[in-house]
T-cell receptor, first 115, second 110 residues
Framework: KAGVTQTPRYLIKTRGQQVTLSCSPISGHRSVSWYQQTPGQGLQFLFEYFSETQRNKGNFPGRFSGRQFSNSRSEMNVSTLELGDSALYLC??????????????FGEGSWLTVV | AQRVTQPEKLLSVFKGAPVELKCNYSYSGSPELFWYVQYSRQRLQLLLRHISRESIKGFTADLNKGETSFHLKKPFAQEEDSAMYYCALSGFNQGGKLIFGQGTELSVKP
């Protein structure tokens, strides 16, 4: 079974631009969540989608947004990029929303560098 | 406030020595606790979860609600255990929302 797939793996953007990252969950998984990983802040939860609806949201500005499609694939978008947005963006998928016994699987991440 | 604290950024031990990676948490309610591991150049993966009470790769972790801790232990460290270890918690019915600690890098020397 293929794991969580994220594209692109690496990208460089200029301040002020916007970026879209894509995530394909494990087949059959309906929940997709996104995380930002930086050396200073560590792993921080961005948001979670289930059945095309945002179910949980972290403490990030409105420049960070996402969506989920009917096939459970998800995209996240960051507008008006700032230098501080340089990070590894991780996507994770799980079967359902419920916590107990619900294993969360992570992708390899998309490395975003803002210059 | 919901928080996970891993006090050690780096833990260095010799092969065969016992290892304990500390994790303390703050959460109002009954969270689910996890340990995730990230080996060099690999993706983050689940090592174990407190509800399973199982041992994976010789690692165990016991949830101590009184001390709000979930320390990871292994009696005899191996070189292949060298990796980044993250403690995380999830609230009841919080699904994929995990709160992570800052991580501890474990280095096992020969």
């Amino acid at each position: 079974k293929a794991g969580v797939t994220q594209t692109p793996r690496y990208l460089i953007k200029t301040r002020g631009q916007q970026v879209t990252l894509s995530c394909s969950p494990i087949s059959g998984h309906r929940s997709v969540s996104w995380y930002q990983q930086t050396p200073g802040q560590g792993l921080q939860f961005l948001f979670e989608y289930f059945s095309e609806t945002q179910r949980n949201k972290g403490n990030f500005p409105g420049r960070f947004s996402g969506r989920q499609f009917s096939n459970s694939r998800s995209e996240m978008n960051v507008s008006t990029l700032e230098l501080g947005d340089s990070a590894l963006y991780l996507c994770a998928s799980s079967l359902t929303l419920t916590g107990a016994g619900n294993t969360i699987y992570f992708g390899e991440g998309s490395w975003l560098t803002v210059v | 406030a919901q928080r996970v604290t891993q006090p050690e950024k780096l833990l260095s031990v010799f092969k065969g020595a016992p290892v304990e990676l500390k994790c303390n948490y703050s959460y109002s309610g009954s969270p689910e606790l996890f340990w995730y591991v990230q080996y060099s150049r690999q993706r983050l993966q689940l090592l174990l979860r407190h509800i399973s009470r199982e041992s994976i790769k010789g690692f165990t972790a016991d949830l101590n609600k009184g001390e709000t801790s979930f320390h990871l232990k292994k009696p005899f460290a191996q070189e292949e255990d060298s990796a980044m270890y993250y403690c995380a918690l999830s609230g009841f019915n919080q699904g994929g929302k995990l709160i992570f600690g800052q991580g501890t890098e474990l280095s096992v020397k020969p």
